[in-house]
């Protein structure tokens, strides 16, 4: 099985069991990279109601501020992100998720 046909079948499973769920029930997750597939796949999971989507990240500020708005705007709440020195945020200004740092 590949990536692909696994993450349609997980998608396709949650949707089919949209029964009343208790708060420990639910799944949490972090998507990296919020272009493209990324952004399709938080969409949809966004979309469910026994998913969190606590985290995105993606290196550039022009991908992730629309898919954290876009995640919001379905769950009620911002997915957290990581702003530079290491804080994490909620806010608009709170940055892609993590720094990247020339060490050469």
Request: charged share 25%; aromatic share 6%; hydrophobic share 40%.
């Amino acid at each position: 099985m590949n990536r692909r046909n696994f993450l349609h079948s997980t998608i396709a499973l949650a949707a089919i069991s949209k029964t009343m769920v208790a708060a420990n029930d639910k799944v949490s997750v972090a998507i990296i990279g919020v272009r493209g597939q990324g952004r399709g796949l938080a969409r949809q999971f966004a979309g469910l109601p026994d998913v969190d989507i606590p985290y995105l990240c993606d290196v550039d500020q022009n991908v992730f501020e629309p898919a954290a708005k876009a995640v919001e705007e379905k769950k009620g709440k911002r997915p957290w992100s990581t702003s530079a020195d290491g804080t994490p945020r909620r806010d608009a200004s709170s940055g892609t998720g993590f720094t990247i740092k020339n060490t050469s």
